[in-house]
T-cell receptor, first 114, second 114 residues
Framework: DSGVTQTPKHLITATGQRVTLRCSPRSGDLSVYWYQQSLDQGLQFLIHYYNGEERAKGNILERFSAQQFPDLHSELNLSSLELGDSALYFC?????????????FGSGTRLTVV | SQQGEEDPQALSIQEGENATMNCSYKTSINNLQWYRQNSGRGLVHLILIRSNEREKHSGRLRVTLDTSKKSSSLLITASRAADTASYFCATSGGRGSTLGRLYFGRGTQLTVWP
């Protein structure tokens, strides 16, 4: 157990639907990062939150949104799902906002859009 | 792009042999990290090396960093079948980078045969 908890582990849903992925960071970590891993794109950075504030956006589609709550857990919302959104979605956490001491990754949520 | 590139894409060796994976990147960095991923599972942080360091060891792992050549190598000594996994290098920081995010390569798939 890495200390970063992601739920659910697996999700199968139909095109056009909306899902919410949840991440609880490791205790004491203020930053949460979301990454998408697909066969064709590899590991892509989506978004970074630090202590409730959005710090950086990467290749995140407009159909996707995220937030970090006061208790520091984060949710990634994916809407109007397409087949191409099928991927592993990882959450990572770090102590500060620069990852100077490394990152801890969760075990991921595998999303399958059918 | 700051994204790292691993070489080789795939490596197949016998138990007991050493495995060497290389990573190249294009811009300056603050640190470089290596991660391991068992098939379809979460990313496990292996080792972090800062830009002012040249070599680090952790158990059977040895990482080197050559900032003049913008390259790093990961050596796994006396490999075991349980080392079979994908190995990713990821860079952080540096000119033009997004603060806090990791830039991943496409990974090296290591297979260790018993």
């Amino acid at each position: 157990d890495s200390g970063v908890t992601q739920t659910p582990k697996h999700l199968i849903t139909a095109t056009g639907q909306r899902v919410t992925l949840r991440c609880s960071p490791r205790s004491g970590d203020l930053s949460v990062y979301w990454y998408q891993q697909s066969l064709d794109q590899g590991l892509q950075f989506l978004i970074h939150y630090y202590n409730g504030e959005e710090r950086a956006k990467g290749n995140i589609l407009e159909r996707f949104s995220a937030q970090q709550f006061p208790d520091l857990h984060s949710e990634l919302n994916l809407s109007s799902l397409e087949l191409g959104d099928s991927a592993l979605y990882f959450c990572a956490s770090s102590v500060g906002d620069r990852g100077l001491y490394g990152y801890t990754f969760g075990s991921g949520t595998r999303l399958t859009v059918v | 792009s700051q994204q790292g590139e691993e070489d080789p894409q795939a490596l197949s060796i016998q138990e007991g042999e050493n495995a060497t994976m290389n990573c190249s990147y294009k811009t300056s960095i603050n640190n470089l990290q290596w991660y391991r991923q068992n098939s379809g599972r979460g990313l496990v942080h292996l080792i972090l090396i800062r830009s002012n360091e040249r070599e680090k060891h952790s158990g059977r792992l040895r990482v080197t960093l050559d900032t003049s050549k913008k390259s790093s190598s990961l050596l796994i000594t006396a490999s075991r079948a349980a080392d079979t996994a994908s190995y990713f290098c990821a860079t952080s920081g540096g000119r033009g980078s997004t603060l806090g995010r990791l830039y991943f390569g496409r990974g090296t798939q290591l297979t260790v045969w018993p």
